[in-house]
């Protein structure tokens, strides 16, 4: 039953990823990469295989939500207005709502992480203002990688970071915005993964 669920969740985050790619292909990319980290992340913590297939939908799939994000604020090459910023802040809540239409547990519990992608560890995040353990493995997870690749990416609004900037901001962040336990995890994945940048 596990792999059957399972392997039609992947199926159908394939389906909503080539989705999200027509819609926007930076997303996507992003995602990708993302996902690729988050995954490394899971393995180094002991995640097991039915935790890492959700895992690997979750963070695949964590900006799905921006499908349903106005072209004018999606794609605002400046700062966004406070109006703007609430519209862009409701991408995990469309996420988790566009994933909870797929049946079965698995689902439900990739489109929980989805929606808590931007909690914070000190509860000051969005859209439920979780703290520390009570913020799902896998959003903590894919927070911490999709915030290395935020900064490490090419935007109309900023120049990409290097790696040594980034981890300082992320280091800065550690127990406030990030797990740290998590976050030291990461640090080991990062310096050997071939999506670090320079």
């Known amino acids: 039953m596990f792999r059957e669920s399972i392997s039609a969740l992947t199926k159908l985050s394939a389906v909503l990823g080539a989705a999200l790619h027509e819609r926007d292909a930076y997303t996507r990319m992003h995602s990708d990469r993302v996902m690729q980290v988050a995954l490394a992340v899971g393995r180094s913590v002991g995640l097991d295989s039915q935790e890492l297939a959700r ?19 999606l794609h605002n090459p400046g700062v966004l207005d406070p109006a703007q910023r609430t519209i862009m802040r409701s991408h995990p809540e469309r996420g988790e709502k566009i994933l ?11 489109a929980d992480a989805v929606r808590h992608h931007h909690e914070d560890f000190d509860g000051s995040g969005y859209p439920d203002n979780l703290g520390g ?3 799902p493995v896998l959003s903590r997870i894919i927070s911490i990688a999709d ?10 609004y900023h120049r990409p970071r290097d ?9 800065g962040e550690s127990g406030r915005k ?4 998590l976050f030291g995890k990461f640090l080991d994945v990062i310096e050997r993964s071939p999506l670090r940048v320079s």
């Open 133 to 135: 353990e009570d913020i």
């Open 55 to 73: 895992l690997h939908s979750a963070a695949l799939l964590h900006d799905v939500g921006k499908i349903g994000i106005p072209d004018e604020v």
């Open 178 to 181: 990030h797990d740290p336990y």
């Open 147 to 156: 915030n290395y690749d935020a900064m490490a990416s090419q935007r109309a």
């Open 163 to 171: 790696h040594e900037y980034i981890i300082g901001v992320m280091h």
């Open 100 to 110: 909870r239409t797929i049946p079965g547990d698995d689902a439900f519990l990739v």
